[in-house]
């Protein structure tokens, strides 16, 4: 849910405390991914020129996206896309399991990912959905998900991409992080018995999306402008 008055983002300072850089998180020409994890976490706000997920894994507080306060909780996923402002508040009560992906892996893999279901959607549909305040079917990952996800991200983190099988071993890991999260993401929208590609709310969400944000659509834009809008 959109928050109105819990808190008060005029208490955060309006600049970005940090740009990172893809050359700064993915030091090698190998690294093209990386995971770790936060324990009692906040953050100011900061942009990074990469995607970004971020898995609550314990406690309740707020993910402050643009001038948009969001509720965090145990379970939720948040997909932030490149070049968004975003920081994470709740007086360090929050657990956060983090996931970076460079441009240059959804360049290698992005027509395999785009066969998922829910993929589009997830990554591009949604982030801009939760900027506009207008957010309505979040990622949620309940008990043996979030496990699942979290497991997988632990055993991720402090591994680096130095060769080309350290670089294989990590993306394999993330194909499978992301295939969990379209998995999940899909259950939510076939709750209502209909597909993605045939949900009418989906599609409305496409023609908002590429009407007020096309500018700010990342890397599956040409897929996302071909699908029909009606």
Not at 4 to 16: E, G, H, K, Q, V
Not at 38 to 49: A, L, V, Y
Not at 66 to 75: C, I, L, Q, S
Not at 78 to 104: E, K, M, N, Q, S
């Amino acid at each position: 849910d959109k928050m109105r008055s819990s808190i008060d983002i005029n208490t955060i300072p309006r600049a970005p405390r940090y740009i990172y850089t893809v050359d700064y998180i993915f030091p090698t020409p190998f690294q093209s991914a990386a995971a770790f994890v936060k324990r009692n976490d906040e953050t100011g706000f900061h942009i990074q020129e990469f995607y970004e997920i971020c898995v609550i894994s314990r406690g309740e507080g707020y993910h402050v996206i643009e001038d948009t306060v969001v509720r965090a909780k145990k379970g939720d996923v948040f997909i932030v896309p490149p070049g968004r402002r975003h920081a994470i508040r709740g007086g360090r009560t929050l657990d956060v399991h983090y996931i970076h992906i460079a441009p240059t892996f959804f360049d290698q893999y992005l027509d395999r990912m785009t066969e998922l279901p829910a993929f589009l959607s997830l990554f591009e549909v949604e982030p801009l959905m939760r900027v506009s305040g207008n957010a309505y079917r979040h990622l949620y990952l309940y008990d043996a998900p979030l496990k699942e996800v979290t497991d997988l991200i632990e055993s991720l983190e402090g591994v680096w991409q130095y060769d080309h099988t350290s670089k294989l071993i990590v993306e394999g890991y993330m194909i499978v992080l992301l295939t969990i999260f379209c998995r999940e993401y899909e259950k939510l929208q076939t709750i209502v018995g209909k597909n993605a590609n045939n949900d009418k709310f989906f599609m409305d969400s496409i023609s908002y999306v590429i009407k007020n944000f096309k500018k700010h659509l990342h890397y599956c834009n040409h897929h996302l402008a071909s699908l029909p809008i009606r």
